[in-house]
């Protein structure tokens, strides 16, 4: 039997079959496998049908199907699916073959996937990809980072496929080595998280604090996506809030719980500021939000006890409006500028050399956090590449003066009617932090010294000379050997 396909793909849920139609699409043949494997039969006769896909009952048999060098990429649930289906597939590949792994897989696990399967000479590949249903069947954000020796092998296929912007250029590129791919993925989701946060803090403040409709935030939503905060989370949510409960004729969004799942890809960006030291607690924030959200039952018994401000907000309601806007901007810039902080710690850490103005525009189309102020970050990053931080690019720096009195209004109203906007909150205290020449960290490293004789460094001393104080007086002279800022 020749060899007919391009690429296999293992794993025909959502993003598995549409991933396959866009290749399909795209003049390349592909051999699919799924352990169901009356899901291949389905697939072949239903939206494959007629399509240069190849359905394949084995494992055996979708490596028979592919040229050399075999490319088969990993649809399925991160962790230990990904390691049983690799060690399936191993025996049947050859030097030089290549394996990928598409989907939200912790980038520890690729670091270690990558150099296991580099000595068995097989090239692997873990790569972000981003888009939803949509996207991977029209043209996703695709973040490949792991074997470098793979790319000219997968780079035709992963391009043409992507997105593009900016006169065809796709939303994909090689991010670097080992975890690389996943890296810059999880922490794309991390800020999603942020995001989605921040307009559903936009949404309650108008819903709850000013008493508007669905129909009315809608409206306001709609005619945002038109300026710089046109984006497609901000586009979706006009959507959702215009769509009607077929059975009750409510607004959807007022039949759904209010409790909100996650699959962990937060939470990992916020252990990995944690591990490098970066601060994003935007990020965690939003990660907190989710989590606050699914103790339904313990907030609705807290609702009965606990007691709030009830104010009616009787101001101008469509200037808070206004400034909700400004705020939910220069709060998105201050979730954007910590991810990238992130990536540039682990750029440092890892030797990965990320190019930050090209992941931005990665993230220009396909991806969820798709957005039109990507192309100023590109801008940016572009103009100066080792900037320390998006918050000092002159254009964010003007936007962030304009927007900061009525993002300060606006988590001053929230506070006095009881509505509570973390993420919101917690970028203008990001802000006012990075900003700070003196934090009161000067306080805790004295505690830290008084109770554990830490030490610390003196103002009038050389960065990296450290002392210690007896403060009781019989505390004696030895001081700790560790020093962790």
Known sequence: MAARADIGLVGLAVMGENLILNMESHGFTVACYNRTVSKVDDFINGRGKGKKVIGCHSMEDLVAQLKAPRIIMLMVKAGKPVDEFIDQILPLLQAGDILIDGGNSHYPDTVR????????????????????????????????????????????????????????TPCCDWIGPDGA?????????????????????????????????????????????????????????????????????????????????????????????????????QIAEAVFARCISAIKDERVLASEKLKGPRKVYKKDKAKLVAQ??????????????????LLRAASAEYKWKLNFGEIALMWRGGCIIRAQFL????????????????????????????????WRNVVKTAIDLGIPVPSMSSALNYYDSYRSERLPANLLQAQRDYFGAHMYERIDKSRGEFFHTDWTGHGGKTASTTYVV
């Open 375 to 406: 192309d100023d970050i590109k801008a940016a990053y572009d103009k100066k590449p080792r900037l320390a931080n998006l918050l000092l690019d002159g254009y964010f720096k003007r936007v962030i003066s304009k927007a900061q009195k009525p």
């Open 113 to 168: 996937r990558t150099a296991g399967l580099a000595k068995k000479g097989i090239f692997f590949v873990g790569t972000g990809v981003s888009g939803g249903e949509e996207g991977a069947l029209k043209g996703p954000s695709i973040m490949p980072g792991g074997n470098p020796e793979a790319w000219p092998h997968v780079k035709p296929i992963f391009q043409a496929i992507a997105a593009k912007v900016s006169g065809q």
């Open 324 to 341: 909700i806007h400004d705020a939910l901007y220069a709060s998105k810039i201050c979730s954007y500028a910590q991810g990238f902080q």
């Open 181 to 281: 791919g996943h890296f810059v993925k999880m922490v794309h989701n991390g800020i999603e998280y942020g995001d989605m946060q921040l307009i559903c803090e936009a949404y309650q403040l108008m819903s709850a604090g000013l008493g508007m409709s669905a129909e009315e935030i809608h409206r306001v939503f709609a005619e945002w996506n038109k300026g710089v905060l046109d984006s497609y989370l901000i586009e979706i949510t006009a959507d959702i809030l215009a769509v009607k409960d077929s059975q009750t004729g409510s607004p959807m969004v007022d039949m759904i719980l209010d409790t909100a799942g996650q699959k962990g890809t937060g939470k990992w960006t916020s252990q990995a500021g944690l591990d490098l030291g970066v601060a994003i607690p």
